[in-house]
């Protein structure tokens, strides 16, 4: 009876220590992460400011029930200064006075940028078809955004500046003095004859790139066009 007792015994050790051993070998085998080894961050994605922007040359719409204007900013140049003269900006008291100072080339004043920095000029055209005179943007509703910050335009001294190689004359010229109606300007006429086309000077980092620098218009109270200089 005891040597029954024993076999039995013995027996239901073996089993427990067999299943004991079936169970552990069906846990998965977790390999252990080098201490050294580098995880490659997720490249972070830049979310792009007017994902629909204007190209250059494209038109948008705004006004009303008496007729509709159309705007575009067709191109740009860059330069570190530029060279401009002016019938009533001649007199050396007035040059001195000028902040930054002026010098004189060849009859011409040179207008520079600060440190670091660079002139864009862009061109703007303006035109209405209706049956009356409208009001225009102003040029304080053309702003530059470059690299998350807004720039003014800078204007220039004088109603009857001429910029050495740059055509025409600053965009608020085309359209104007100030108006008292929200801030824009009156006196573009309906007609192809009619239409603005000037030029407006912004001061902005030398390093911007194009492929990330808007021109932000807000062509009257409800309507607001973006233009991508590098498209």
């Known amino acids: 009876m005891k040597y029954f007792l024993t076999i039995t015994a013995c027996g239901l050790l073996f089993l427990v220590l067999l299943f004991a051993g079936c169970t552990s070998s069906f846990r998965p085998v977790q390999t252990p992460v080098p201490s050294n080894a580098v995880v490659s961050p997720s490249p972070a994605q830049t979310a792009v400011p007017f994902p629909d922007a204007l190209g250059l040359n494209q038109y948008a719409y705004f006004g009303g029930v008496n007729g509709q204007g159309s705007a575009t900013v067709y191109r740009y140049e860059v330069t570190p200064h530029y060279n401009w003269t002016s019938s009533s900006w001649n007199s050396p008291r007035e040059q001195a006075a000028a902040s930054p100072p002026l010098e004189l080339q060849s009859g011409f004043n040179m207008e520079k940028s600060g440190e670091g920095n660079t002139f864009l000029i862009i061109f703007i055209r303006v035109r209405y078809v209706g ?12 702003v530059v955004y470059s690299d998350g910050k807004m720039y003014n335009y800078s204007s220039v001294h004088g109603s009857d500046v001429l910029i ?68």
Do not use: R
């Open 131 to 142: 049956t009356q005179a409208m009001h225009a943007p102003s040029a304080e509703q053309f």
């Open 164 to 231: 050495d190689k740059v055509s025409g004359t600053q965009y608020t010229n085309q359209v104007g003095q100030a108006g008292t109606h929200g801030g824009t300007l009156w006196g573009i006429s309906p007609g192809e004859s009619n239409l603005a086309d000037g030029y407006l000077i912004y001061e902005i980092p030398a390093s911007f790139s194009p492929d990330t620098t808007y021109v932000v218009g807000n062509l009257d109270y409800q309507n607001q066009a973006v233009w991508n200089l590098g498209c």
